[in-house]
């Protein structure tokens, strides 16, 4: 027989974690697993990068977040997380990957790998599956040809890497706006490429000014109305409004988004619905259509990744786990 745990909560970003803990104040101690490191979306974020949001709002288990200024950093909320998890005593397993499960008869039946290493994977039974896995793992794709070549990521870079390259940055969002700006400032020579005429409206106030007044004076180039057509190893095919062009690209950047893994939850059995792949879930609970699967944060919106934020998903655990002090 596997090894059996009261919970088993995948996903160690805030909203896992705050689950978590909400579990261990309601005496169930779960084993938390990550593919990555604790808070592994925010450790891919930009060096330096600063929180739209204020401190406390990023709080969970009512640890205070102390920062040095009104916002905090990426620096600071890796520091917040790991420190809480710490002092919580929480049992978590980094870079461990929920590859399957199913529904056993007393209770889910779950198949882990190590995404370290080599170790075989392990089957793990639990009372208790509680999805948080968020969607930072898996990029949107662009679907052009080239995508996959190694000087092509969806995920933003420390800018001091791009010093002196030629730099093309797909997107209109923070990420793409907060990487173009810190790779021009670094020394690359960076051009923005967007399908759209303008930056997104949810670009962060203090951002959108630097931007532009580089646009302006001609250090970051962009080209709006315009898609991608073709990536190879020296340069991206795009095509705007008047013509198609070539732009020499040393290191390439899709930020594109991201969106959550709908075959990991067709594959556990989840329905999901047809036009917004939201999973079918009790609002109450949060469980699922499979009994003993739950979910927590952002998978509960389907393709609305926006609808959830930190702020009002780590409240998340309270109803999966119900009421502290008592059963749900």
Known sequence: MPPTESALIVGAGPIGLACAIAARRRRVDPLVIDA??????????????????????LEIGGHPFVCAGPKATREEA???Y???ARAEGLRVRPYTRLVGAERGADGVVC?????????????????????????????????VPGEGLPHVSHYSEEAHRLCGLEVVIVGAKNSAVELALNAFRAGARVTVVHRGTSLKPTVKYWLRPDFENRVAAGEIAVRWNTVVEEITAGDVAIRGPARAERLPA???????????DFGLLRGLGITLD????????????????????YLAGSLTAGRYTSEIFIENGRYDGERIFGREGGSR
């Open 36 to 57: 990555g490191a604790i808070a592994e979306s925010m450790a891919r974020y930009p060096v330096g990068m600063v929180f739209f949001t204020t401190p406390d709002r």
């Open 78 to 80: 890796l520091m917040y």
């Open 82 to 84: 790991r420190g809480v």
């Open 111 to 143: 198949r882990l790998e190590r995404t370290l290493g080599h170790s075989r994977p392990e089957t793990v039974a639990c009372e208790r599956l509680v999805l948080a896995t968020g969607y930072f793992e898996h990029p949107n794709p662009l679907g």
């Open 250 to 260: 040393d290191r390439v950047f899709l930020l594109t988004g991201f969106q959550p």
């Open 274 to 293: 047809p036009e917004t792949l939201r999973p079918a879930h009790d609002p109450a609970t949060l469980e699922t259509n499979v009994p003993g699967i």
